[in-house]
């Protein structure tokens, strides 16, 4: 059974930086690509990041030159580094996996499994 917890969100004030976490269980990380995306009330779900099974990071437009992906099967965990960040980034944040899934333009539309989510606050 495929697990995935988050861990990390908070509350941050513009231009500042938060990292989250994610552990994962119940399936071979090392063969599947996983990533994060987020949901705000009242919007749609919006991709954020995620990385392949052989390390190539993907990053929607919302983390394009503010967010890092990475990820560490040794531990069993994926990690979303933010900076710079913003108050419209303010939502829920998933880690989600499918390994039949890959990275890409619509990952985080067709991906199923996903964390409990944490969310992060960005405001003054």
């Known amino acids: 059974q495929v697990q995935l917890v988050e861990s ?21 990380l090392d063969q599947s690509d996983i990533g994060w995306f987020r949901q705000a009330p009242g919007k749609v779900r919006e991709g954020v990041a995620c990385i392949s099974s052989s390390d190539s990071p993907w990053y929607y437009d919302s983390a394009k030159g503010r967010f890092t992906i990475a990820r ?16 419209e980034d303010t939502a ?13 333009s619509n990952w985080f539309e067709l991906v199923v ?6 969310l992060v606050t960005v405001s003054s």
């Open 8 to 28: 990390g969100g908070g509350l941050v004030k513009p231009g500042g930086s938060l990292s989250l976490s994610c552990g994962a269980s119940g399936f071979t």
């Open 72 to 87: 560490d099967n040794r531990k069993n965990t994926v990690y979303l580094q933010m900076n710079r960040l913003k108050p």
């Open 92 to 104: 829920v944040y998933y880690c989600a996996a499918d390994p039949y899934v890959s990275c890409g």
């Open 113 to 118: 499994s996903r964390g409990q989510g944490t």
